[in-house]
């Protein structure tokens, strides 16, 4: 009997990380819309990406954010961090505030980005996994207000 077929395999774990990017007046939160290529495809999520090895967290979510949205990254903070689990993969989520950037946010790898109100999130359809940020932006009482 081939052993691999008797060991049961692990998820695999991934870390990833989001950025909740607030716009200048905080009054507005920017999403992006997962492509019909990828896994939760048209589903509204916060941008990021994973992180990659030997890299450190904010030196991710302001590669992430360069490469996804084309914009520089000037002030940030931790806002949560959390694990969740999938049927097939674990991910460790840290996620930021991003308070302050510059650049003009587009879909640099032809995804749809839109800026929504804080009250416009729970109409939207989100990955499991982010119920938490939008939770977070619901309904904390959130420093920077």
């Not at 989001?18 to 999520?45: H, M, V």
């Not at 991003?98 to 749809?112: L, N, V, Y």
């Not at 800026?115 to 920077?144: D, G, R």
Request: hydrophobic share 40%; no cysteine; charged share 25%.
């Amino acid at each position: 009997m081939n052993q691999s077929n008797t060991i049961s395999q692990k998820p695999a774990d991934i870390r990833v990380v989001a950025g909740i990017i607030w716009n200048q007046d905080r009054s507005q939160i920017l999403l992006s819309r997962r492509k019909s290529t990828q896994e939760f495809a048209g589903l509204w999520e916060f941008p990021g990406g994973k992180v990659e090895q030997d890299e450190a967290d904010q030196t991710a979510i302001i590669r992430e954010l360069k490469e996804e949205l084309a914009i520089e990254v000037t002030e940030l903070s931790l806002a949560l961090q959390f694990r969740y689990n999938y049927p097939h993969k674990s991910i460790d989520f840290m996620i930021y505030d991003i308070t302050r950037f510059t650049g003009e946010p587009i879909g640099a790898e032809s995804q749809q980005v839109t800026w929504f109100s804080k009250e416009a999130l729970s109409s939207l359809t989100f990955p499991e996994a982010n119920q938490k940020m939008v939770e977070y932006i619901v309904n904390t009482s959130h420093p920077l207000f």
